[in-house]
Nanobody
Framework: QVHLVEYGGGSVQAGGSLRLSCVAS?????MGWYRQAPGKEREFVVA????????YYADSVKGRFTISRDNAKNAVYLQMDTLKPDDTAIYYC????????????????WGQGTQVTVSS
């Protein structure tokens, strides 16, 4: 069982930045983030493989969000810039042992979620 602990999140005005962190209890192949806005289904945001060679972004965040990882710390980071009110959601860290694309069916473990609120 992999335990995921998320850090960061909070409230920011539109155009601002936030950084999310997620630490896993041990090394995993792919790590990434999903989010769920109020009244909406959970959606994929971004994922990265172990080597950092395969990175997948949702179109809605390309050019604004940047994912990175530190394998020595079993950690993944999400730098979120130029935030918009539409980015408001609970952000969930997730891991997969088999697919860097991290479709929901590939997810092995989920974090508890951290709230991101962007005001206009």
């Amino acid at each position: 069982q992999v335990h995921l602990v998320e850090y960061g999140g909070g409230s920011v005005q539109a155009g601002g930045s936030l950084r999310l962190s997620c630490v896993a209890s041990y090394s995993v192949y792919a790590m990434g983030w999903y989010r769920q806005a109020p009244g909406k289904e959970r959606e994929f945001v971004v994922a990265i493989d172990y080597e950092g060679e395969k990175i997948y972004y949702a179109d809605s965040v390309k050019g604004r969000f940047t994912i990175s990882r530190d394998n020595a710390k079993n950690a993944v980071y999400l730098q979120m810039d130029t935030l918009k009110p539409d980015d408001t959601a609970i952000y969930y860290c997730a891991t997969s042992g088999r697919s860097a694309r991290m479709n929901e069916g590939d997810i092995d473990y989920w974090g508890q979620g951290t709230q991101v609120t962007v005001s206009s």
